[in-house]
């Protein structure tokens, strides 16, 4: 009895350190997700000049994205039937992997009215949208550290994008599709973070990407059926799958279970410091002094909220 009562102690120690240092590695994980999510805006763009339109490539960049995880949880051998979990649940994840789909389509249809940066800036209003969503889903107000944060967030994004000073008259249609994109990339964040953390991640990651191709292929289906597939096509899409759907998706689905509430939307805006950064060398474009500053701001305000945190638990140790 007492061996039993000794092992069940050994193992809930164990359990508590590996759920320590998981916090502890969660926002590099998740901040590593976002660094990626800001790589797929250049490679679309090398994607167009070579011919390739929207809407295929979409279709191959979750196809493959479905395939890839596919193989990798079948070679895991974690099926579905061994988790638990329900049909109900498995229906509920794919549904909301359909977020991450309207965000790329939304995106897509935005650039085509306004430009890119203030699609960019819109699109980061995700931040201050998913701190709101996660506290009325939590009931929990965030705190003060993280509202500032955020506000140091949206005065980067206006720096980093370099919008102003504004030079054409804006799309309102332009804004609204960005702005939705900004909702569903907000709710991505939400629902990865709340919605079946008893699957395995990688497992969950495969469902969420499975919902949103099942959307892509609808929403997008005339031009995926009319234009003509290519080597290109096929390329781009895997590469982009890659690094806008695998490997985020599935340092999310890890790692944002173990943030407090507010900081992985934080963490989620250094997608646009990425973005230009990769936009400078892939494609050479120029970087002003006001951008600079706008990512250094960014880079702050993700760190500032987590250095305060690790400081304040060894306070309290």
């Known amino acids: 009895m007492q061996a039993c009562v000794k092992l069940g102690e050994e193992y809930g120690n164990f359990y508590i350190k590996g759920w320590g240092i998981l916090k502890k590695i969660a926002p590099l994980f998740v ?117 500032v944060s955020i506000i ?30 900004a909702c569903a990339y907000a ?24 919902g949103a191709f099942l959307l892509i292929s609808i929403v997008w289906g005339p031009q995926i059926m009319t234009a003509p597939v290519t080597g290109a096509t096929i390329k781009w899409g895997v590469l982009i799958a890659l690094f806008s759907m695998v490997f985020p998706l599935v340092a999310y689905s890890i790692f944002m279970p173990y943030l407090e509430l507010g900081i992985g939307p934080i963490l989620s805006s250094l997608e646009l410091p990425s973005s230009i950064v990769v936009a400078f060398i892939l494609l050479g474009e120029t970087v002003s002094w006001a951008q600079i500053v706008g990512v250094a701001v960014i880079i702050f305000a993700v760190i500032l909220p987590n250095v305060w945190g690790v ?3 060894r306070q309290l140790e």
């Open 187 to 210: 709710c991505t964040m939400q629902f990865t973070a709340s919605l079946g953390n008893n699957l395995d991640a990688l497992s969950k990651t495969w469902l969420l990407c499975i």
């Open 311 to 313: 400081w304040h638990q």
């Open 31 to 147: 901040g590593l997700g976002a660094i990626s999510f800001g790589i797929p805006a250049s490679l679309f763009k090398i994607a167009r000049h070579e011919g390739v339109v929207n809407g295929p490539l979409l279709f191959w960049s979750f196809l493959s994205a479905v395939i890839i995880l596919g193989i990798i949880h079948v070679a895991r051998h974690h099926w579905l039937r061994d988790q638990q979990t329900s049909w109900r649940q498995i229906v509920l994840v794919m549904a909301a992997g359909t977020a991450s789909g309207f965000t790329n389509t939304f995106y897509i249809q935005s650039l085509k009215l306004i430009p890119v940066a203030a699609a960019a800036v819109m699109l980061m209003q995700a931040v201050w949208l998913s701190v709101l969503l996660g506290a009325v889903i939590h009931r929990r107000l965030p705190s003060r550290l993280q509202v």
């Open 152 to 181: 140091l967030v949206l005065v980067g994004t206006v720096l980093a994008a370099g919008l102003f000073p504004i030079t054409q008259v804006l799309s309102p249609l332009g804004l609204f599709f960005s702005f939705l994109a």
